[in-house]
Every structure is written in structure tokens, then in C-alpha cells.
């Protein structure tokens, strides 16, 4: 399992984050969805290949209960690029959701599976198949003794403004986030405070592929703060940027060997033991 697919997975199991994404994305931002009406599922199902067994499994999973009718389950399946086989793999999922139902002795009562695709990608809309029938040639012959099987894509990077605006978790940073990198402006961070900082900042390091989110979170004195918001997340990420231009600099004058230390120190406007911590972590070229 890869470092990406762990961290967004940490966020979305998440039972209020879990929650908020079925309630806007399914119910247009009615809280049909309790967090304390959900319980992991076992997200683990066998198949058998050339004799061979299988383990597949779903992206995140949870039963929800809601006390009045049926235990639903809601899959997650998270995607950053396009799978143009995943109608194959949903079914497959679902199909092992429903054979589990089958053989359990003890269930009282049988309940409907519904999975949500995320994609996260925003270069490009997803063109992928959303059902079976795109996936092969089905002759109209055919059609009436082939089941179709539709999936629900939902692109987060094209929901729009008032639909972002419906969540009410951490996953609304996720959603903003990926709104900008499709319209390439700036993110521009609210005062919302953020509740999951460590399972946030984790998930925007592997998408984003910067390690100052992996610092920030690791950095204990960031962690002991409280009310962290976004904007002392960008605030940061800006002084970084500042940071690795004054490193440059220094690198490049003292590569230069025409000036000195204090030289350096005076031009910059910063201390001689700031130069010189800087210098430790960039070799010098002989």
C-alpha cells in the first residue's frame, strides 16, 4: 500500500470527515450521516484466481446504522489518476460486499452496498468509463441479458463554490485545495481553525510532494499550538520559501569566495551563526 493511498485514507476514516463527504457529495449537505452512527467495516474480501486466494480491498469502509431501517455501507475508492477499469473493480467490490451477506449465517437482515469514487485529478475531467457497458463491446443483441453497472464519480477538484462551502470538516481544506490547482490560482487560506492538523498536513504532503507539510508535522512545537488554521499553515509555507532563497544566496556568495561571513551576515541582514548554520546544510562547492 502506497504512502498516498495510507494518508488520504487516514483523513477519510476519519468518522465527522467520513460523514461530512456522504452528506454533501450524496445528500447535497443534509446531515442524513451521524458520525456516532458509524463503525469500521472489514474492508479485507477473498477471491479465488487459478486456485490461487486473493485479498482485495476497499479504500475505506464503514456500516452505517441509522436506527431506523437497514446497516448501509459506504465504500470509499480514492483515485488521483483515471482507471478506466474501475467499474470492474467496484463491482468486484460490491459483489464481495453482497457474498458476505450471503454467508453470514448470523445476519438478521440484508443491506445495499454503495461505493464513492473520489478523483482527486485536475488536470483533466474524468473521461474513464462510469459503467460497465464502456468497458466492452456489448452487442444491442446482448443488452437486454447483460447487466449494466454505473459508478459514482465524484470530481473534487470541479465541485464548485457553494458545494465546497457545504462541508463542514477538514475535508473542505482538501476540496479548496484541489479547486485551485485545477483553476491554477493561489489557495487562499481562511481563519477556520483545522481539528485533524497531523492526518491534514499528512495528506497534503504526499499530494502535494512537498516535504514542508511533512516538517510542519513533525515539528512538535507546531503540534502543541492550539487553534491552527490554514493560514499558519501558508504563513509558513511562504517564510519557507523566503528561507530557501536567503539559503540560496548564501550558497552562491560563499561558493563565490569574495566575501566573508559577516560580509554575508551584514548584506542579508541576518546573524553570523545563521550564515553559518546555513552553510552546514549546504556543501560548498571547492
Not at 462510469?130 to 453497472?149: A, H, I, Q, R, T
Amino acid at each position: 500500500m502506497g504512502e498516498k493511498d495510507i494518508a488520504e485514507k487516514h483523513l477519510e476514516a476519519l468518522n465527522d470527515v467520513f460523514a461530512d463527504i456522504v452528506n454533501v457529495l450524496l445528500f447535497n449537505g443534509n446531515r442524513l450521516m451521524k458520525e456516532n452512527e458509524l463503525e469500521a467495516d472489514t474492508k479485507d474480501s477473498q477471491f479465488k484466481v487459478d486456485g490461487q486466494l486473493h485479498e482485495q480491498e476497499r479504500d475505506v469502509s464503514k456500516l452505517w446504522k441509522n436506527g431506523e431501517v437497514r446497516i448501509s455501507i459506504i465504500g470509499f475508492e480514492n483515485q488521483t489518476v483515471q482507471d478506466y477499469k474501475m467499474p470492474l473493480r467496484v463491482i468486484s467490490y460490491d459483489g464481495a460486499s453482497y457474498k458476505k451477506q450471503l454467508l453470514d449465517e448470523d445476519l438478521k437482515k440484508n443491506y445495499p452496498v454503495a461505493t464513492l469514487v473520489l478523483y482527486f485529478g485536475y488536470k483533466e475531467r474524468w473521461t474513464a468509463p462510469k459503467n460497465l457497458y464502456s468497458c466492452f463491446n456489448v452487442s444491442e443483441e446482448l443488452k437486454p441479458f447483460v447487466n449494466d453497472y454505473k459508478i459514482n464519480v465524484f470530481e473534487i477538484a470541479w465541485l464548485d463554490d457553494k458545494t465546497i462551502s457545504k462541508f463542514t470538516s477538514d475535508f473542505k481544506f482538501v476540496a479548496k485545495y484541489f479547486q485551485s490547482k485545477r483553476k491554477n490560482t493561489d489557495f487562499k487560506p481562511t481563519g477556520e481553525e483545522i481539528k485533524h492538523v497531523d492526518a491534514l498536513l499528512k495528506m497534503f504532503s504526499v499530494l502535494t510532494g512537498d516535504k514542508y507539510f511533512e516538517t510542519i508535522y513533525n515539528n512538535s512545537s507546531f503540534n502543541k499550538k492550539g487553534g491552527v488554521t490554514m493560514c499558519d499553515i501558508v504563513q509558513g509555507f511562504v517564510q519557507k520559501g523566503r528561507d530557501e532563497e536567503k539559503a540560496e544566496l548564501v550558497r552562491k556568495m560563499l561558493d563565490a569566495k569574495l566575501v566573508t561571513e559577516q560580509q554575508i551576515a551584514d548584506l542579508l541582514n541576518i546573524s553570523v551563526e545563521e550564515v553559518r548554520k546555513i552553510a552546514d546544510k549546504v556543501p560548498v562547492q571547492a
